[in-house]
């Protein structure tokens, strides 16, 4: 699967360069060579620039399947004259009608009242959880080996499927911070020629809750208080805390959110999961279990707590940029798609565990995750609300072949979805919207309705029917294709609020996530746990939830305890030791460098020799290089990306100096400067911020010429994951391999 994956990266992205080599002709403006464009309004009608490359947007048709606008990259701008919404061409769009130059507005005044009315109404409803996303087009790719499971076609050797992915934070408004600790969301929309799959997963493979009836509970214990709305976009604060320590069944989701996995690196580092287990179906009708699983190519990696907290401040817009950027300059963002698969045994259990209860992983050293796919994310979104904001997932969008199970949560799920729409994007056509739109036929029968698109033909949207020739037709039982729910036997009984005694074990697969974490992962959980609670205000509460520490592991407890100045309690319940399970562990991989951002501060009165090499080398190993420089301009004839004041070293996967730059003007004195030491004095302080920051987070660092003795100046001296003298080149390729492992995981301090 490794050489299949990397094929089917390869093809997909060749065929893209060649996709982007015939779009760059005619020359975009503003690439080397070309005539920069004119920054002030023409005044004579011209093209618009051209749209970038790869922005592509779902086909643009009717929910009966015809074209509906033929303008490829239909947008606002795509003609010559300013007109109102009904085509007239005004003349002036910058004053009102008024009774003379200095009178009052008149009520007749079309444009103004048009053009205020549609602007009071261009927001809507932000999701009520998953508010705060970024998006992206892909294309998905299946290696066929899941065949012998499931007959959906687009699992099929081969075939490509446009896929349409948003990226999610839980708690936060539309405009929260992307680092903080939450869950992030992992939603997936499969165009496949037999109608949309959604596969609307998390970057956490347990939920909270096991019943899908608490949902209100959980998410208004997570979102602010209600009294004063804050605090946003975080579970640090009582509510949330009182609630995951009374119900202990979300302890195993909350481990998870105090684990490095609650504060992902970037949406290019993590995992997606189903959550849910699901029933399949081959071609022969023989039906499994499966769980669903993202794995990304460039492994599972997470941001230090620090640089999350800094980025809230200094880029809250982190991952979305980041995603977009990597995209833009070609780092497409790729995951296989995973399966494990269970037989379909009549109690829905594999081994000891509960396939029907989301509060449980199945390790995959017990069923591994076989890779069945790959999806590469090849374009950003031409306009944020019309595809990132209007997609409309929902996990009853399903395809022959792959059906729900009975697990509770997924039940109330299937009907949620639709139901947050209705109000979300106000009505029931929003299958109609353009990113919503199946890429096949549609024949719904569904007439009317707020923002009706379609102009349906026909006189008889019934069935049965002989005006309209009886069309459509249901597929029969010989027809290929149709979408049917899997035959699964439900076990009889009496109509029960219950739910099975399995369900009860709320700790075993806490401890025995803890137990897989390495020294530096349980550190930082600790430390999590210690900040989260330390930001509650009610004792009670921190007690309770120390409680739930001591039934997880002691030493977890009696350091939470100890940050929190309180005795740690004795467990509750006898403590579980399961294997642990190394999968579950970010630390000890070596993964690609693609699109990784190497900072390279540079001294422009200094030695910039191997500054070409350099960057040449960094572009050649597929990572971005940005030179971080006193002033904007050019240093050495090359660009310079950032400065010392808008640089900061949260940005960077490594950091490489290039020369000592001294104090720049508009720099703060330094630290030492008072005490008149020879020392950091001698740089900008920025660049000692810089490097003391990147050294504290283990990012790999290098630093040839005069770079080194500034190193030294700032305090870094001989250390793992420090590169040091040797050409520019030969720091660069030690510096490489040692990013390959993300962190220079030895430098973090543990207890
Ligand atoms: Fe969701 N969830 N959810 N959820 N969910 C929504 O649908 C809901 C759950 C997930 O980028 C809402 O369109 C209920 C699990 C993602 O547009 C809403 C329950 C998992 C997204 C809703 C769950 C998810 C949502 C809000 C408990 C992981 C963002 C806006 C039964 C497997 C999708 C919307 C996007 C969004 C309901 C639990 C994932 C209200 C009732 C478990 C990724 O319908």
Same mark, same amino acid.
């Given at each position: 699967?490794?050489?299949?994956?990397?094929?089917?990266?390869?093809?997909?992205?060749?065929?893209?360069? !060649?996709?982007? %080599?015939? /779009?760059?002709?005619? *020359?975009?403006? $503003? +690439? #080397?060579?070309?005539?920069?464009?004119?920054?002030? @309004?023409?005044? !004579?009608?011209? %093209?618009? /620039?051209?749209?970038? *490359?790869?922005? $592509? +947007? #779902?086909?643009?048709?009717?929910?009966?399947?015809? @074209?509906?606008?033929?303008?490829?990259?239909?947008?606002?701008?795509?003609?010559?004259?300013?007109?109102?919404?009904?085509?007239?061409?005004?003349?002036?769009?910058?004053?009102?009608?008024?009774?003379?130059?200095?009178?009052?507005?008149?009520?007749?005044?079309?444009?103004?009242?048009?053009?205020?009315?549609?602007?009071?109404?261009?927001?809507?409803?932000?999701?009520?959880?998953?508010?705060?996303?970024?998006?992206?087009?892909?294309?998905?790719?299946?290696?066929?080996?899941?065949?012998?499971?499931?007959?959906?076609?687009?699992?099929?050797?081969?075939?490509?499927?446009?896929?349409?992915?948003?990226?999610?934070?839980?708690?936060?408004?539309?405009?929260?911070?992307?680092?903080?600790?939450?869950?992030?969301?992992?939603?997936?929309?499969?165009?496949?020629?037999?109608?949309?799959?959604?596969?609307?997963?998390?970057?956490?493979?347990?939920?909270?809750?096991?019943?899908?009836?608490?949902?209100?509970?959980?998410?208004?214990?997570?979102?602010?208080?209600?009294?004063?709305?804050?605090?946003?976009?975080?579970?640090?604060?009582?509510?949330?805390?009182?609630?995951?320590?009374?119900?202990?069944?979300?302890?195993?989701?909350?481990?998870?959110?105090?684990?490095?996995?609650?504060?992902?690196?970037?949406?290019?580092?993590?995992?997606?999961?189903?959550?849910?287990?699901?029933?399949?179906?081959?071609?022969?009708?023989?039906?499994?279990?499966?769980?669903?699983?993202?794995?990304?190519?460039?492994?599972?990696?997470?941001?230090?707590?620090?640089?999350?907290?800094?980025?809230?401040?200094?880029?809250?817009?982190?991952?979305?940029?980041?995603?977009?950027?990597?995209?833009?300059?070609?780092?497409?963002?790729?995951?296989?798609?995973?399966?494990?698969?269970?037989?379909?045994?009549?109690?829905?259990?594999?081994?000891?565990?509960?396939?029907?209860?989301?509060?449980?992983?199945?390790?995959?050293?017990?069923?591994?995750?076989?890779?069945?796919?790959?999806?590469?994310?090849?374009?950003?979104?031409?306009?944020?609300?019309?595809?990132?904001?209007?997609?409309?997932?929902?996990?009853?969008?399903?395809?022959?072949?792959?059906?729900?199970?009975?697990?509770?949560?997924?039940?109330?799920?299937?009907?949620?979805?639709?139901?947050?729409?209705?109000?979300?994007?106000?009505?029931?056509?929003?299958?109609?919207?353009?990113?919503?739109?199946?890429?096949?036929?549609?024949?719904?029968?569904?007439?009317?309705?707020?923002?009706?698109?379609?102009?349906?033909?026909?006189?008889?949207?019934?069935?049965?029917?002989?005006?309209?020739?009886?069309?459509?037709?249901?597929?029969?039982?010989?027809?290929?294709?149709?979408?049917?729910?899997?035959?699964?036997?439900?076990?009889?009984?009496?109509?029960?609020?219950?739910?099975?005694?399995?369900?009860?074990?709320?700790?075993?697969?806490?401890?025995?996530?803890?137990?897989?974490?390495?020294?530096?992962?349980?550190?930082?959980?600790?430390?999590?746990?210690?900040?989260?609670?330390?930001?509650?205000?009610?004792?009670?509460?921190?007690?309770?939830?120390?409680?739930?520490?001591?039934?997880?592991?002691?030493?977890?407890?009696?350091?939470?305890?100890?940050?929190?100045?309180?005795?740690?309690?004795?467990?509750?319940?006898?403590?579980?030791?399961?294997?642990?399970?190394?999968?579950?562990?970010?630390?000890?991989?070596?993964?690609?460098?693609?699109?990784?951002?190497?900072?390279?501060?540079?001294?422009?009165?200094?030695?910039?020799?191997?500054?070409?090499?350099?960057?040449?080398?960094?572009?050649?190993?597929?990572?971005?290089?940005?030179?971080?420089?006193?002033?904007?301009?050019?240093?050495?004839?090359?660009?310079?990306?950032?400065?010392?004041?808008?640089?900061?070293?949260?940005?960077?996967?490594?950091?490489?100096?290039?020369?000592?730059?001294?104090?720049?003007?508009?720099?703060?004195?330094?630290?030492?400067?008072?005490?008149?030491?020879?020392?950091?004095?001698?740089?900008?302080?920025?660049?000692?911020?810089?490097?003391?920051?990147?050294?504290?987070?283990?990012?790999?660092?290098?630093?040839?010429?005069?770079?080194?003795?500034?190193?030294?100046?700032?305090?870094?001296?001989?250390?793992?994951?420090?590169?040091?003298?040797?050409?520019?080149?030969?720091?660069?390729?030690?510096?490489?391999?040692?990013?390959?492992?993300?962190?220079?995981?030895?430098?973090?301090?543990?207890?």
């Amino acid at each position: 699967p490794k050489q299949l994956a990397k094929d089917t990266f390869e093809k997909v992205v060749g065929r893209l360069a !060649e996709k982007a %080599a015939e /779009l760059a002709e005619p *020359p975009v403006p $503003g +690439a #080397p060579g070309v005539e920069p464009p004119q920054l002030e @309004e023409p005044t !004579e009608p011209r %093209a618009p /620039l051209p749209p970038k *490359p790869d922005q $592509g +947007a #779902p086909e643009l048709r009717t929910a009966t399947g015809t @074209e509906v606008d033929a303008k490829p990259d239909a947008r606002a701008q795509h003609e010559t004259y300013l007109t109102t919404s009904t085509g007239a061409r005004l003349r002036d769009t910058d004053h009102s009608l008024k009774a003379g130059e200095r009178g009052p507005t008149l009520l007749q005044d079309h444009h103004l009242r048009e053009k205020i009315t549609h602007f009071d109404h261009e927001r809507i409803p932000e999701r009520v959880v998953h508010a705060r996303g970024a998006g992206a087009h892909g294309v998905f790719v299946g290696y066929g080996n899941a065949d012998s499971v499931c007959k959906a076609t687009f699992l099929r050797e081969g075939v490509e499927t446009p896929t349409f992915v948003r990226f999610s934070t839980v708690l936060g408004s539309r405009g929260s911070a992307d680092t903080v600790r939450d869950t992030r969301g992992f939603a997936t929309k499969f165009y496949t020629s037999e109608g949309n799959f959604d596969l609307v997963g998390n970057n956490i493979p347990v939920f909270f809750i096991q019943d899908g009836i608490k949902f209100p509970d959980v998410i208004h214990a997570g979102k602010p208080h209600p009294d004063r709305e804050i605090p946003q976009a975080q579970s640090a604060h009582d509510t949330f805390w009182d609630f995951v320590s009374l119900h202990t069944e979300a302890q195993h989701h909350t481990m998870w959110n105090m684990s490095d996995r609650g504060i992902p690196r970037s949406y290019r580092t993590m995992e997606g999961f189903g959550v849910h287990t699901f029933r399949v179906e081959n071609d022969a009708g023989d039906t499994s279990l499966v769980k669903f699983h993202w794995k990304p190519r460039l492994g599972v990696h997470s941001l230090t707590w620090e640089e999350a907290q800094l980025l809230g401040g200094i880029d809250p817009d982190f991952h979305r940029r980041d995603l977009y950027d990597a995209i833009e300059s070609g780092a497409y963002p790729a995951y296989e798609l995973g399966l494990q698969v269970f037989p379909d045994n009549p109690e829905q259990v594999f081994g000891d565990i509960d396939l029907l209860d989301p509060t449980k992983i199945v390790p995959e050293e017990l069923a591994p995750v076989q890779p069945v796919g790959l999806m590469v994310l090849t374009a950003n979104p031409t306009n944020f609300f019309a595809e990132t904001e209007q997609v409309a997932f929902h996990v009853g969008h399903l395809v022959p072949g792959i059906d729900a199970t009975d697990d509770p949560l997924v039940q109330a799920r299937l009907f949620s979805y639709v139901d947050t729409q209705l109000s979300r994007l106000g009505g029931p056509n929003f299958n109609q919207l353009p990113v919503n739109r199946p890429h096949t036929e549609v024949n719904d029968m569904f007439r009317d309705g707020f923002h009706q698109h379609a102009v349906h033909a026909g006189v008889a949207p019934y069935k049965p029917n002989s005006l309209d020739g009886g069309c459509p037709f249901h597929a029969g039982a010989d027809l290929e294709g149709s979408f049917e729910h899997l035959p699964a036997k439900v076990a009889a009984g009496t109509k029960v609020r219950a739910q099975p005694a399995s369900f009860d074990d709320h700790f075993s697969q806490v401890r025995q996530f803890w137990l897989s974490m390495s020294p530096v992962e349980q550190e930082h959980i600790i430390r999590a746990y210690t900040f989260e609670l330390g930001k509650c205000y009610e004792q009670v509460i921190k007690e309770r939830q120390l409680q739930c520490l001591a039934n997880i592991d002691a030493r977890l407890c009696s350091e939470v305890a100890t940050g929190l100045g309180l005795p740690a309690p004795q467990p509750s319940i006898e403590l579980v030791d399961l294997d642990p399970s190394p999968a579950l562990s970010q630390v000890g991989e070596a993964w690609p460098p693609d699109g990784r951002m190497v900072g390279i501060v540079v001294d422009p009165d200094g030695d910039l020799s191997a500054l070409s090499a350099v960057r040449s080398a960094t572009f050649g190993a597929g990572m971005v290089p940005l030179l971080i420089g006193p002033h904007g301009g050019e240093v050495g004839g090359f660009p310079v990306q950032r400065t010392f004041a808008t640089a900061r070293s949260v940005e960077f996967d490594a950091v490489l100096l290039a020369g000592a730059p001294v104090p720049a003007p508009d720099a703060l004195p330094a630290r030492d400067a008072k005490a008149g030491a020879a020392s950091s004095a001698a740089i900008d302080p920025r660049v000692v911020l810089l490097l003391e920051e990147a050294f504290r987070h283990c990012k790999v660092i290098g630093a040839w010429g005069d770079g080194v003795a500034a190193l030294e100046a700032a305090g870094i001296t001989e250390a793992p994951g420090v590169v040091r003298g040797g050409s520019g080149p030969d720091v660069l390729t030690g510096v490489q391999e040692q990013m390959a492992f993300h962190r220079v995981w030895e430098r973090f301090p543990q207890s």
